[in-house]
């Protein structure tokens, strides 16, 4: 088992490594629109992040995951705008809605299994964003919402301050919830919790067998799950500053879902890489008129065919044939 | 003498118009083998789906310890004590065989939110009781040298040694086989039914399911005869394999004589 533990400790000096490198990104990059597409990579990757926990970890194919986006996004918006809220309280609150939808939905798609849970979670996304669309005396409609202020300026000693009114503590602001997405779903992967998550993905009626309530599994991974895509919602919003119902379209369920299944689905950093790859490059083709879906298209059938477990799994699989190799 | 562990009263289980089970009724001592056995579509398998709570008994009875059990959730069942194997073996195949151990002690201990993200003291001492728990079991049933392997890729008989080891890692008083030899060479049926006889060695009340006579006839102390979700005899092996309905379902009519 020497090689197992000695690729364990690389791997987290690697981790420290690229945690180091990204606080240290705004140094030598100065250009304000890559510091945008670094800072919509951080938020797309948390987004991914979470549907992989319900996904990849637990996998239920939830296709609400833009839904739940968009709803920590109006939420917090809603509460600033219109109740004056502190945007940090409106952060904790607007999760703790989206969470609430979530669990109402959660009781009910999560009865369903497999590819009907997949239609069930789809419809309702289409519902929440027909909502916000047509609620216009709180929404404002297709209109959409407008003029969501920054997070306020953080104190700090000395009379000195974090604004957000510059690009740079942006980054840094999404970057550190990236990094504790990250970490939460890192611990409950590697629990009894993350245990019991995968018991239920592998066989749900040899898990209720061994006294693991499949359904209370499944809910509690599913709330995680739409917690953190609120928080991520709430990110977005607080930075793009304008909402309008298309952040909850099921385009952006397909976008993050394209993100986990490229990354590679059930591994950490997997959906991360989908995420900043495919934001940048479709940040990157901007200009051009060509219809980013093609792309994804392509790019999907390639992984399919001949990565099946995406760039992440790949990486792996090449990694062990090197270790194993080397060992002989 | 020895007290009813499980005691099933008169169940019924009907499949729509196909009854499965018909007024079945028997009870299982503590520390004994009971061992039901029957032919093909005799309705075994459906008892032990209606005793763990799968599938729901249409009208009936049961009490585990006295306690009314009766179409409770699977995992309810589980934690009352009571654990099964199925037919089909079945094993979570992608993860390791001590992972698999692991989680099936996951019903005895805590596991909540803030801890398991805060990875408290609590949570990593109930981490360690499935982890020593998964020490002992793998030790009983010997399969410390493939503990790093994914359970996917053993042979049938470890997969069948594992999903008992996963069983006994709940802590059952009651462990329910459902073929624990099914699909397995001679060498290795006599290796599996040491293990139950150990099983039953270390105090556990063991019902199993059989299909061949050597293991449904030889190792149990009692035994259950099903026929068409009948129960058509009931007592030790030898009073059973003299019976003549027992014959009659087994071999015919011809041979009852």
Redo the contacts between chains.
């Keep these: ?1 020497e090689p ?1 533990a000695q690729s364990q400790s690389m791997r987290r000096y690697a981790f420290l490594l690229i945690i180091v490198f990204a606080f240290t990104i705004p140094l030598f990059v100065t250009s304000r629109f890559y510091l945008h597409v670094l800072i919509m990579c951080c938020i797309w990757g948390m987004a991914a992040t979470s549907m992989n926990l319900i996904m990849g970890y637990t996998g239920q194919v939830n296709l609400a995951h833009g839904a739940f986006f968009g709803i920590g996004a109006y939420a917090s918006g809603l509460l600033i705008l219109k109740l004056g809220f502190n945007f940090w309280f409106a952060m904790l609150v607007a999760c703790l809605i989206t969470v609430l939808v979530g669990f109402f939905m959660g009781v009910l798609a999560l009865r369903t299994k497999g590819s009907y849970f997949a239609i069930g979670t789809m419809c309702f996304n289409v519902i929440v964003t027909v909502i916000i669309d047509s609620w216009d005396t709180l929404t404002e409609g297709a209109r959409g919402l407008l003029g969501i202020p920054r997070p306020p300026s953080i104190p700090l000693l000395f009379g000195k301050e974090i604004s957000f009114s510059s690009l740079v503590p942006n980054y840094y602001l999404v970057l550190v919830f990236l990094l504790f997405t990250l970490f ?1 779903v890192h ?2 992967v590697h ?3 993350g ?2 998550f ?2 239920v993905r ?2 749900e ?10 359904m209370g599994t499944k809910l ?1 991974s599913f709330l ?1 799950s739409t917690f953190l895509a609120g928080l991520a919602g709430v990110l977005y919003a607080a930075y793009i500053g304008f909402l309008s119902p298309e952040i909850s379209d099921y385009h952006v369920t397909f976008e993050l879902l394209v993100f986990c299944l490229i990354g590679g689905l059930g591994t950490l950093v997997g959906p991360l890489i989908g995420a900043f790859i495919l934001t940048i490059v479709s940040e990157l083709l901007h200009g051009l008129a060509f219809p980013r879906l093609v792309i994804y298209g392509f790019l999907l059938i390639i992984i399919i065919i001949f990565l099946r477990e995406g760039i992440a799994g790949g990486v792996r699989k090449l990694w062990l044939k090197v270790a194993q190799e080397g060992g002989r | 003498m020895s007290v009813k562990l499980l005691d099933v009263q008169e169940i019924v289980k009907d499949f729509g118009g196909l009854r499965a089970l018909d007024k079945v009724a028997f009870y299982i001592r503590e520390g004994e083998i009971f061992s039901i056995i029957g032919p093909n579509g005799s309705g075994k398998t459906t008892m032990f789906n209606v005793i ?1 709570g ?1 599938l729901r008994a249409t009208t009936g009875k049961i009490l585990f310890k006295d306690e009314e059990i009766t179409n409770l ?3 309810t069942i ?2 009352k004590g009571i ?2 194997t ?1 037919q089909l073996t ?6 390791t065989v001590f ?1 698999n151990l ?3 002690h ?4 805590k ?1 909540g ?1 803030f801890g ?2 805060l ?1 408290s003291g609590q ?1 990593r001492k ?2 360690a009781k ?1 982890r020593e728990k998964a020490e002992e079991i793998i030790r009983f049933i010997g399969l410390e040298q493939v503990r ?1 392997r994914v359970a996917g890729s053993l042979t049938q008989e470890a997969q069948k040694r594992l999903s008992i080891g ?2 006994l ?2 802590d059952p008083e009651l462990l329910l086989l459902d073929e624990p030899t099914g699909g397995v060479n001679m060498q290795e049926i006599n290796a599996l039914i040491s293990l139950i006889e150990k099983i039953r060695d270390h105090g556990i009340t063991i019902c199993l399911i059989e299909h061949k006579m050597k293991v449904a006839l030889d190792i149990p102390d009692r035994v259950l005869v099903l026929n068409y979700g009948e129960k058509i005899a009931e007592g030790s092996p030898a009073e059973v394999s003299g019976d003549r309905r027992v014959i009659e379902a087994y071999l015919g009519e011809s041979h009852a004589a």
Excluded at chain 1, 205 to 214: D, H, R, T
Excluded at chain 2, 106 to 109: E, F, G, K, P, Q
């Design positions: 088992m197992f939460v611990r409950i629990s009894m919790m245990k019991s995968a018991a592998g066989n009626e040899l898990a209720e067998s061994l006294g693991i309530n499949a509690m995680i | 763990t799968s959730k699977p995992y589980a934690r654990a099964r199925f079945t094993v979570f195949t992608l993860n992972d692991m989680i099936s996951r019903l005895r201990i596991a939110l398991t993200i990875r949570m109930e981490e499935c790093h996963m069983a890692a709940t």
